[in-house]
């Protein structure tokens, strides 16, 4: 495990009360790094506090819909007294599945504001700090949807494969000046969002992560950006990568619909 003090006394979490956040703020306040938690259900935020408090580190807390144009700011103000030398966004679900020319385009602007526009502010504001200060670390949570399109995943997987570039780019960019950047890519994960999605886990040959390994896995290879597959699914990652598009395309839709347990009619969201 990386000596995680090392970044600093504060690590500001994004997507931090349940599942895959709350896991890292567990690993991090059991290493006894102060926490901020950001998500949008306050009472699941209250819980988490709760817990990490117990762990014997300071606790601040922001209840905010990440898709408003104000987050950035209650952000940066609510930790502009504190010195934070990590920052990780985990909070880059599909908030919106639909066909795209039949969709609304209010619903996948949500989806560019929770995974583009809000982290591309955030990591603007504390990477500028970290890079003055010589030290830090930005952990970006992303998935193996940015390796492959797929039927309503049009604008999420596009959002995925710009969270990828855009971490590959932050890395040359501040890996000189000590700070570490990672793009942590999961799979198919077993946390709340996604059992409360209706996800079939026992698909045969489906591989799935637990939170608290992907959790521990992802601090552990902070130093080893700009990019880490989640233990399991790198075959999968590379597969995903291969040469004839249209035919992955649809064998991806056809493990999708068996994955949602849904026909193919319905949002693969």
């Known amino acids: 495990m990386v000596d995680l003090a090392q970044y600093g006394p504060w690590a500001v979490i994004a997507g931090g009360s349940e599942g895959v956040g709350r896991a890292f703020a567990a690993e991090l306040a059991d290493a006894g790094v102060n926490l901020v938690l950001i998500a949008r259900k306050p009472e699941a935020l209250a819980g988490a506090a709760a817990d990490m408090e117990q762990r014997g580190v300071a606790v601040r807390t922001l209840s905010i819909d990440l898709t408003q144009g104000d987050a950035p700011a209650r952000i940066a103000t609510l930790t502009a007294d504190l010195d934070v030398g990590l920052l990780i966004y985990n909070a880059g679900a599909n908030t919106y599945g639909s066909d795209f ?3 609304d385009l209010a619903g996948f602007d949500q989806v560019i504001r929770l995974n583009i526009t809000t982290p591309l502010a955030v990591v603007h504001h504390y990477g500028a700090a970290m890079k003055e200060a010589g030290r830090g670390g930005i952990l970006l949570v992303g998935s193996l949807s940015g390796y492959l399109g797929g039927k309503t995943l049009s604008v999420y997987s596009g959002v995925k494969a710009f969270s990828r570039s855009f971490a590959e780019s932050l890395w040359l960019e501040l890996q000189p000046y000590g700070v570490d950047v990672l793009e942590l890519i ?8 996604m059992q409360r999605a209706g996800l079939d886990f026992a698909v045969p040959g489906l591989h799935v992560s637990v939170p608290e390994e992907v959790a521990r896995e992802g601090l552990s290879r902070l130093k080893d950006g700009p990019t880490w597959i989640v233990a399991g699914n790198a075959d999968r990652a590379k597969l995903m990568s291969g040469a004839n598009r249209a035919e992955l395309l ?14 193919p009619r319905q949002d693969l969201a």
Do not use: D, F, Y
Request: no cysteine; aromatic share 0%.
């Open 101 to 103: 020319v039949t969709g």
């Open 186 to 193: 999961l799979g198919v994960t077993r946390p709340p969002a």
């Open 250 to 263: 649809l064998a991806q839709q056809r493990a999708m619909e068996q994955l949602l347990a849904r026909t």
